[in-house]
C-alpha cells in the first residue's frame, strides 16, 4: 500500500532558496570516476561510504582515523577500519546522527536535499481505509519506513525540516556565516604522504576561495564552555589542521585561518563563529603527524596495539599531590608501614 507524505512542496522550495543563499559558486575539480585514485587532488562526486573505504591505490586515513590514534589507540581504529576484514557490522544509524547529516546537505550540499530525504507523514490510511495518527506499531507504517530505506532515503520528522529551516534561515541572514560557507562544496582532498607514503584524506564541508577556511557544526549548546569541551573532546582541531595540511600539499593557495561555525539544533537557533588560534592549529598538525607515523608503522609491521602509554607509570595529578602533601590530617606512617 502507497502512503503519501504529508507535507507541501513548497517547504522543500523554500529549503532550497535558502540553501542556494548559502551555498554559491562551483569550481570545475576532478570528477571521482569509481576506480581507485592513484593521483592526488581535489575531487568531485566521491560518495561517504566510498570516502571511508579502500578510496586509493595504497592504504588511506581520514581525519577520523588519525583523531582515533592519536586519542585513543590503533587498536580502536583497527577495530573498524576498512582495513580490518573482521570488522564487526556498521550499527544502524541514530536519529541525531540523520539530522545532522540532513542539516549538512541543506546548507552545504550541492546536489537535492530531497533527493536523499522524505518526511514521515503525521497520519497514515489503515487497511479500512481510515485515516489515523501515526503509529510505528501499524503494520502500513513499518511498510512505508521499509520502502523509504529501501529507497535508500532518510526519514525525517516533520518538527526535524522545521528546525533544519530555522537554522539555515537564522545563518542565511548573516553575512560573515555565509561568508564562511561559501566555496568549494563536498570536495574530497587526497594526498599521499611524503614521509611515509601513506594516502591521507580530508573532506572539509567548504574549500575556501580566499584564506579562511571554514566547517559547519551542530550543537545543542554553542556557548563558549560547551563548544571549548567539544573542540577538545571531537578533536576539531586535528580535522581543521588536517584539512589545511592537504590542500596546501596539492598546492591550493595557503590558509591562514581555521574558524568553526557552530549552530545551535532548536529555536531560536543561536549560533557561534569560532576562530581557531593559529598556535593551537600548528599543535594539531604536530599530533596528526604523530598519529600518522604511528599509523604507517602499524600498517608495516601489521600490528594494531592497544594504548601506546600501556604499562607506562601513572602518577597523580599535581593538584592531588599538593592537596594531600599539605594535608595536617593524613596521619604519618611509622616502620613498615612508611
Known sequence: MNHRIDI????????????????????????WDGKLISEPGIYR????????????????????????IENRSPLHYFATSYLNPDRPEEEASTPSLDFGRAVHTLLLSEDGFRDDYVVRPETYEDDAGKWKPW?????????WLAARRAEGKTVLLKSQVADIHGMAERLSKNPVAVDLLRGRIERSIITKDAKTG??????P???????????LKTCNDASQVAIGRSIINYGYLQQMALAITCLEEVGQRQVNEAVLLFVETSYPYAFNIKPLDNGDIHTAMRQN????????????ANDWP??????????????????NENDPTLPALKGKAA
Open 8 to 31: 507541501t512542496e513548497d517547504k522543500f522550495e523554500s529549503l532550497g532558496a535558502i540553501a542556494a543563499n548559502i551555498v554559491q559558486g562551483r569550481r570545475g575539480d576532478r570528477d
Open 45 to 68: 562526486k566521491i560518495p561517504m561510504d566510498a570516502y571511508h573505504d579502500q578510496l586509493t591505490v595504497g592504504p588511506s586515513i581520514s581525519s577520523s582515523g588519525l583523531r582515533e
Open 135 to 143: 503509529s510505528g506499531n501499524a503494520n502500513a507504517c513499518k511498510e
Open 198 to 203: 601513506v594516502w591521507v584524506k580530508s573532506r
Open 205 to 215: 564541508d567548504s574549500i575556501p576561495r580566499d584564506t579562511i577556511i571554514a566547517d
Open 289 to 300: 603527524r604523530r598519529a600518522l607515523n604511528v599509523f604507517a608503522e602499524c600498517l608495516k
Open 306 to 323: 592497544t594504548y601506546l602509554d600501556n604499562m607506562r607509570t601513572w602518577s597523580a595529578p599535581q593538584w592531588w599531590s599538593d592537596r
